[in-house]
């Protein structure tokens, strides 16, 4: 499967994103999908994951509350709703998925896609 985050961009504290992650192929609906994040200098770190058919999530604690996945397979796509962004959110965002038999969800992933690129501004 191949991947495509987009939708980032330069937004005020406060704001909005939603950013979408597309997939290539038919089988979309067969792969758990999460979203991580790496500032400059930092380490990736992980922000949500979603199962196959979106019915569990799961978030890191740094974003509980602010950020919400979720997923249409007939799409093809999984969104991330970040709202009441600060500036400390400002990182690369990168949507990643794995291959599934079942519905739970997973925290590790085989498949990567490009980054975009989130700004919060002051």
């Known amino acids: 499967v191949q991947l495509q985050a987009c939708g980032g961009g330069l937004v005020q504290a406060g704001g909005s994103l939603r950013l979408s992650c597309a997939a290539s192929?038919?089988?979309?609906?067969?792969?758990?999908v999460g979203w991580f994040r790496q500032a400059p200098g930092r380490e990736r770190e992980f922000i949500a994951t979603i199962s196959r058919g979106g019915t569990v999530t799961r978030y890191a604690d740094f974003v509980k509350g602010r950020v919400t996945i979720s997923r249409d397979n007939a799409k093809n796509t999984v969104y991330l709703q970040m709202n009441k962004l600060k500036p400390e959110d400002t990182a690369v965002y990168y949507c990643?998925?794995?291959?599934?038999?079942?519905?739970?969800?997973?925290?590790?992933?085989?498949?990567w896609g490009h980054g975009t690129q989130v700004t919060v501004s002051s």
């Open positions: 192929g038919r089988t979309f609906g067969y792969y758990g």
């Open positions: 990643a998925a794995r291959s599934l038999i079942s519905g739970a969800i997973t925290y590790e992933f085989d498949y």
